[in-house]
């Protein structure tokens, strides 16, 4: 008889089942034992340390769209560049952080091995310029001015500079084409601010920490058309900010070109006349101050007159806009901001402001016909006129006796205009008005678009003054304390006047009123409202809304947004008043203040409308402005302490008219040598990129 149990299995194999069973338990125990301590005893310490891994955003810069004048030539667009970067998060994985291939690459770059590491190192509170202020896993700019040299030599090296990126990168430029820097229009890009990097980090186009915004002009008022949409890359990084993998990508979308209704052959023109002639305005010898005039600033426009599209704008002094490119030095701030430099960053078209003396007395005018004045008058144009024992003179005391109103523009006769608004002062109650006063001079300048800005698209636009009753009152009540702490009843002239305003500052005093009807004592305007005012009169009474952007348009050049002209309103008078007055502004240049600047202009082909201004401003030289208008085009230019308009303004603006029109000196017209022998259509043609 066998003694095997009935299994089949021996004492030492059942031995061996039990071994490994009880192993497997064990060990099945152990796991389970494991797991409960991590996810229970242990899942707050893991849950934080997991935490560590996140997702990291990469931004790409889109590049910025062109700004291009009305026939497609760029005014500011784009250059190539070959720019050096460097891979913080790589270099980090080096044993010395990166230190050696830093100062290898200093000397390809003949650079300062320290300027290059200041350059990767993230900055905080206290840490000083120059540092890394955006994301330390986005490639560090070291140097956008990489010679073609340099490139090779890091590329064919690239084991020698692992972490080292040399690739072309798109930087703006400004090429000023024939000469033209239509500064103030364009504007300037500096570095995005922290604050601004904040308020864009959630939305759809977020800000590099490296990114350059407008900051004035057109790259300012059309700053997002222009920059599109900066791509995001998005990476799995640990806690140790090791990558672990790319989760979502979204690709960059290029800027949009904008396209303006400037013309750059115009824009060189008006800023080369302008110039010229404030030159010309320091040669002549001012008798009140006894000195040669200072023409220290000034302005043009040239505008569509039916449709208040800009054609030129400048602005003097001027700049150079690619001062700011890659970071501006101190040296070129200090230029630009310092005491001398007399602001060339201001747009003094739509930002500088001053008495319009008599190219205002188009709105006057105006006044007296809606209050039921006769335009053909007679009114007495006497060398003066008297209020209060006070003698208010006419332009080197002339005397023309009684004229239309009409006559009194074309010789820019001042006592019409005193004896008008004199009268009307007194019939609103004089220092103590009425309750439902007229106010038909102060109304009028508000229907004529003043006292607010135009609407313009550039930013910062100034709206100048009308001095009527409330802003009397509103300007006495701010200053009133100032005056009463500093007026004397006997004491200097400053003292006197500071005392008169503390007892009566917010009174219209029938002074104010006389002056204010020539465009004189507190009345404030900028050239921009002046010739929408001027091309307004031209087209028949609609106020443009006056503009430089003409299109924006896709960079793929598919998708077209025109910005279309668009009125604000329509001039405060008949078409009677206004051919009146259009026929009065022809005379100015064929028999009035202006005919001598006009010899030879072929009036019966193009004719021509004009209005000197020689106004004056206290403690300063005179101010000069000439505002003109043919059917076509509206020009108006000032120079602060320059002479009269006449004298200083209506040459310069005469040769921009020839060079429109093609008119040589002694008015022969060559349609051929005209800049724009026709108000602009259509746009030009556009070279995608992206």
């Not at 066998?2 to 099945?28: F, K």
């Not at 190219?359 to 006057?364: D, L």
């Not at 006559?407 to 009307?424: G, K």
Request: with cysteine; net charge negative.
């Amino acid at each position: 008889m066998s003694n095997i149990p009935e299994t089949g299995r021996t004492p030492r194999v059942q031995l061996r089942l039990v071994v490994i069973q009880t192993l497997v338990v064990s060990l099945l125990l152990t796991l389970g034992g494991r797991l409960w301590y991590i996810q229970i005893r242990e899942s707050d310490a893991y849950a934080e340390e997991a935490s560590g891994n996140h997702v990291q955003r990469v931004v790409q810069p889109a590049v910025r769209g062109s700004i291009l004048d009305a026939r497609g030539v760029p005014l500011a667009d784009n250059e190539t560049r070959l720019v050096v970067s460097a891979s913080r998060t790589e270099l980090l994985t080096m044993e010395d952080d990166g230190k050696a291939v830093l100062t290898r690459l200093a000397g390809v770059l003949s650079m300062k091995p320290k300027d290059v590491m200041d350059k990767v190192r993230l900055c905080d509170a206290e840490t000083p310029q120059p540092c890394w202020n955006g994301s330390p896993y986005q490639p560090i700019l070291i140097t956008d001015e990489a010679t073609a040299q340099q490139a090779l030599q890091i590329r064919e090296r690239a084991e020698d500079f692992p972490g080292i990126v040399t690739e072309p990168a798109a930087v703006r430029r400004y090429p000023g084409p024939g000469g033209a820097e239509t500064a103030q229009v364009l504007g300037y890009l500096s570095p995005v601010t922290d604050e601004e990097v904040r308020r864009a980090q959630d939305t759809d186009s977020p800000y590099l920490r490296s990114d350059q915004v407008g900051r004035s002009g057109l790259e300012r008022q059309y700053d997002k058309e222009l920059r599109g949409r900066a791509g995001v890359t998005r990476y799995e990084v640990d806690n140790l900010g090791r990558v672990l993998g790319e989760s979502e990508s979204e690709p960059a979308e290029p800027g949009s070109h904008l396209v303006t209704s400037i013309d750059s052959r115009v824009q060189r023109v008006a800023e080369y006349e302008l110039n010229e002639a404030m030159k010309d305005a320091r040669k002549e010898w001012d008798r009140n101050t006894d000195e040669y005039y200072k023409a220290d600033s000034g302005a043009v426009v040239v505008m569509e007159s039916k449709t208040g599209r800009v054609v030129a704008m400048a602005s003097n002094p001027s700049y150079d806009p690619n001062a700011w490119v890659g970071g501006i030095s101190a040296e070129d701030y200090e230029q630009l901001t310092g005491e001398a430099a007399n602001n060339p960053l201001l747009n003094r078209a739509t930002q500088g402001q001053s008495a319009p003396g008599s190219i205002f007395k188009v709105i006057p005018t105006t006044a007296a016909v809606n209050a039921g004045y006769s335009f053909d008058g007679p009114y007495d144009c006497s060398s003066s006129y008297t209020i209060g024992g006070r003698a208010f003179g006419n332009f080197e005391a002339r005397a023309y006796g009684p004229i239309s109103l009409g006559r009194a523009l074309e010789v820019s006769c001042d006592t019409v205009f005193y004896r008008l608004a004199h009268e009307e002062w007194l019939k609103d109650g004089g220092v103590t008005p009425k309750k439902d006063a007229d106010d038909w001079f102060y109304k009028t300048a508000h229907q004529f678009g003043l006292g607010k800005p135009t609407g313009i698209d550039l930013p910062d636009e100034v709206g100048g003054r009308v001095p009527d009753r409330q802003w009397k009152q509103e300007y006495w009540e701010a200053n009133k304390d100032t005056w009463c702490a500093q007026g004397k009843k006997n004491g200097s002239y400053t003292e006197r006047i500071a005392y008169e305003n503390c007892l009566e500052g917010n009174r219209l005093r029938a002074g104010d009123s006389v002056n204010y009807s020539i465009g004189q004592g507190d009345t404030l305007v900028t050239p921009i409202q002046m010739a929408t005012i001027y091309a307004a009169i031209s087209n028949g009474g609609t106020l443009y809304t006056p503009s430089v952007g003409k299109a924006v348009v896709s960079a793929d050049g598919r998708n077209v947004r025109e910005i279309e002209p668009e009125s604000h309103g329509e001039l405060p008078m008949t078409k009677k008043t206004r051919d009146e007055i259009d026929e009065a502004l022809a005379g100015v240049a064929t028999r009035g203040t202006a005919d001598w600047r006009f010899a030879g202009w072929p009036q019966d082909e193009i004719p021509m409308h004009a209005k000197t201004s020689t106004a004056e401003v206290y403690g300063k030289q005179t101010t000069s402005w000439f505002a003109t208008y043919t059917e076509e085009y509206t020009i108006v230019m000032t120079i602060s302490q320059g002479g009269t308009g006449s004298g200083a303004s209506a040459p310069a603006v005469r040769k921009i008219y020839n060079a429109l029109y093609g008119i040589s000196e002694d008015g022969t017209i060559d349609r051929r040598k005209a800049l724009l022998p026709e108000p602009q259509k259509g746009l030009p043609k556009i070279t995608p990129h992206g």
